[in-house]
């Protein structure tokens, strides 16, 4: 089965939420984006230290500090974060989006015409998608659900 890591998922869910406060143009706080997101700071910590190498955040120090995305949102996909925390995209090793590796059976293989398909169409919905459009969303789920706790 095709599943995605923790790694990626909580990733991405972190860059969006770095994604929703890109406009402060101040670090958000690790504590807050683990807070929001649910998750746990020293593993959020270990993903920042992926992005910030793979150049997708900096981080900056001090008692302000925290992380910012390195670019607009608009301007990392939701493919450049899952490839930066997971490597290229490959559902299996002879379609690796980076190279293949030597099949014996390549010339003759029934199956892999349809794995680079499955390849193709996850790169295509991965690099199709921003970190601003996954922010408006969030910030449209936060509004309804404030909306839904004030009737309460």
Known sequence: MLKFSTRSRYGLRAMVELAV?????????LSLVAEKQELSEGYLEQLM??????GLVRSVRGAQGGYLLSRPPGQITAGDIIRCLEGPLSPTDCVNEDGPDP????????????WEKVRIAIADVLDSVTLEELSKNAEEIRRSRESYMYYL
């Open 21 to 29: 406060n890109y406009s402060t143009d101040e670090p958000t706080p």
């Open 49 to 54: 230290t992926f992005l910030r190498k793979g």
């Open 103 to 114: 099949c014996e059976r390549a010339e003759i293989c029934v199956t892999r015409g349809l």
